[in-house]
């Protein structure tokens, strides 16, 4: 069932204290999830995309890291309303992370086939012996041969490392996958490597997934829908061809623009003029507003709501405030 809803996500709201004042990391954010679907979850780095992932998982480091507001449903369940102990047992059981470093998940001290039969046995009720034939299979999946489950992670390439962790958060089939950037940290053959693996295994165990990435060439690839996110909140939201037609956002279409075309001879990338908003003093209303070649007064003053501009396809910008397809 493509468009049952898998992950609803309303009025998100998650700051963090620092010296230098509160930062607003996610604003009112609102995401939905359908089962078996691909999400890409794209911005520059600042915008809020690992926060909601933490917040998801309700890993926001403490105590600076609150989540202050909003409503988090997986499977129709509150997930802010779970216990730290039953939030351990959703964790790799139904949803599982990969980080963007895989040494930020391996144990140096521990073989990657102890690593990924000890999560195994976290989560199955089975003997070690069968939780280690499990993990041989399961490096196999990734393509790395069983026999290595006894050597540790620094006799592993860096790709083949990110291929155990993947392992390892596949080992107990989550129903959904979240990937912070996880190609980001390889050479770029051994990214496609890795993605075209994290397709192939999303068809082969029908794992709903949030790719979150900056790269609008890695959505490209993987992704069923898109989410444009900007100063902590969703700007647009599109299943990914109608994105890819037609971006509608000022801030999507800078994105798009400033991606290099290699026909061209222009020898300068257009790049989005201005910064991303600082943080902790983000800009009243429309958070792009300073950046927006289309800015307008009341942009500065109230932030946009959500307009539908196509099917599935919304946008928060006052630039569609009366029209169902195109600018006012
Ligand atoms: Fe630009 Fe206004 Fe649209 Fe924001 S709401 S993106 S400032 S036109």
Redesign the pocket.
């Known amino acids: 069932m493509m468009d049952e809803k898998l992950l609803e996500i309303k009025n998100l709201t998650i700051q963090y204290k620092t010296d230098n004042g509160i930062v607003h990391a996610v604003e009112n954010l609102d995401l939905e999830l359908g089962n078996g679907e691909t999400l890409g979850f794209v911005g520059e780095t600042g915008a809020g995309k690992t926060t909601t992932a933490l917040g998801i998982l309700q890993l926001v480091p403490e105590p600076a890291g609150r989540i202050v507001g909003g409503e988090i449903f997986f499977k129709g369940e509150d997930l802010l309303a779970k216990s730290k102990s039953e939030m351990k047992s959703i964790l790799g059981s139904k949803i599982a992370m990969i980080f963007q470093d895989p040494m930020t998940s391996l144990n140096p001290v521990i073989t990657v086939g102890e690593q990924i039969q000890e999560m195994i046995l976290l989560h199955e009720k089975i003997s070690k012996e069968e939780a280690l034939e499990k993990a041989k299979k399961m490096l196999e999946v990734v393509g790395i041969q069983g026999s290595r489950h006894d050597e540790y992670p620094h006799q592993f390439s860096g790709g083949m490392k990110q291929r155990v962790v993947i392992a390892i958060a596949l080992s107990c089939n989550p129903v959904l996958l979240i990937a912070d950037e996880p190609t980001t940290a390889l050479d770029v053959t051994i990214q496609a490597q890795v993605l075209d693996l994290m397709k192939k295994l999303k068809d082969e165990f029908q794992t709903s997934m949030v790719m979150i990435t900056h790269d609008l060439g890695v959505v490209a690839e993987i992704c069923d829908k898109v989410a444009i996110i900007y100063g902590g909140n969703v700007?647009e939201y599109a299943p990914k061809e109608a994105l890819y037609t037609k971006p509608y956002?000022?801030?999507t279409e800078g994105l798009f623009n400033s991606i290099p075309d290699l026909d061209s001879e222009q020898d300068r990338l257009n790049v989005i003029d201005g910064l991303p908003p600082d943080p902790t003093d983000m800009p009243t209303?429309?958070?792009?507003?300073p950046r927006?070649?289309?800015?307008?007064a009341?942009?500065?003053k109230e932030r946009?709501p959500k307009f539908q501009v196509g099917e599935g396809h919304y946008v928060?910008?006052?630039?569609y405030e009366k029209s169902m397809n195109g600018r006012v």
């Open positions: 700007v956002h000022p801030y209303g429309c958070a792009f507003h927006c070649p289309h800015a307008m009341k942009c500065a946009p928060n910008c006052y630039l």
